[in-house]
């Protein structure tokens, strides 16, 4: 993609890359984890595609502006009460305080994604974090007769990077539509 960004004096041609893009969210990813909660993520292997994934509590937030689409924070319960315990600074983390948590972290991740991009790119616009609960599938995978559960369905184009600490307590997945 192309756009023209206006600087003091005139406009310049600015190139932005998906790669540009996924390098920036995962450095957010970490800043965040590192500066909020003093925690070292992992990153993992970086699929150029969405994959269902198996989460019990999502953070969603839109991005808007020069490009426009969503980050998704996906993560099992016991890694949202770890990082609830730890952002929320509580000794226990019961439903109200994941939502609390969760929504903070989206918000913060996409915040600092917005902050990175916005000053190597251009404008950039974040909605409220919606926190969701149940299964991530793409629309195009077919609605299992016998699940009954919750499932939440996305679109199929993006990025889907797993994260973890070292010693496994945390693991989440990070998932960027743009």
């Known amino acids: 993609m192309l756009a023209l960004h206006y600087f003091q004096g005139g406009f310049r041609l600015a190139s932005i890359t998906f790669e540009e893009i996924m390098f920036t969210i995962m450095s ?3 800043d965040t984890f590192k500066s909020y909660m003093n925690i070292d993520l992992l990153a993992g292997k970086v699929e150029k595609k969405v994959e269902p994934v198996d989460s019990d509590v999502t953070g969603i937030v839109g991005i808007a502006g020069d490009r426009v689409g969503y ?8 890694s949202a009460q770890c990082v609830a315990k730890e952002l929320l600074m509580v000794d226990e983390a019961d439903e109200e305080c ?23 790119y251009g404008s950039v616009a974040l909605g409220l974090p919606l926190v969701v609960s149940g299964q991530l599938r793409t629309v195009s995978d ?6 009954q559960a ?29």
């Open 71 to 78: 980050i998704i924070i996906a993560t099992d319960k016991a």
């Open 142 to 147: 077919p609605p299992d007769e016998s699940d």
């Open 28 to 30: 957010a990813t970490q």
């Open 98 to 120: 994941i939502r609390d948590a969760m929504g903070e972290l989206a918000n913060n991740i996409a915040g600092a994604f917005k902050t990175k991009y916005h000053a190597q």
């Open 150 to 178: 919750a499932s939440i369905n996305v679109q199929c184009k993006g990025v889907t990077i797993p994260f973890k600490t070292a010693d496994g307590t945390i693991s989440i997945t990070v998932m960027v539509y743009m």
